[in-house]
C-alpha cells in the first residue's frame, strides 16, 4: 500500500505483500505478536481466511491468527 495511509491486515487482500508498520495493542501483545515473527518493517502477506481466522505468511512462516489479532496490526 502507498503512501501514509495505515490499514489493518485484516483488511489487507489475499496474496499481497504487506510492510508491517505499526502493531497496537497492550506491552503482552505486542510481545506476542513479535514472538511469532510480527515486527515493525517486516513482510506479511495474507494466505488465507478460514472462519474468522487469518493465515499468514511471515517470516518464511505460516501462522494463524485471529481477526482482532490481526486488527492490531497496522500495514
Not at 16 to 44: A, C, H, N, P, Y
Not at 64 to 72: C, D, E, N, V
Amino acid at each position: 500500500m502507498e503512501g501514509g495511509v495505515l490499514m489493518p491486515l485484516a483488511l489487507a487482500k489475499t496474496g499481497e505483500m504487506q510492510t508491517i508498520r505499526k502493531i497496537s495493542g497492550r506491552d503482552d501483545t505486542k510481545r506476542f505478536l513479535e514472538s511469532l515473527g510480527f515486527v515493525i518493517g517486516g513482510q506479511v502477506t495474507v494466505v488465507s481466511e478460514i472462519n474468522g481466522n487469518m493465515i499468514v505468511n511471515v517470516k518464511e512462516s505460516r501462522v494463524a491468527i485471529s481477526k482482532s489479532m490481526a486488527a492490531r496490526i497496522m500495514v
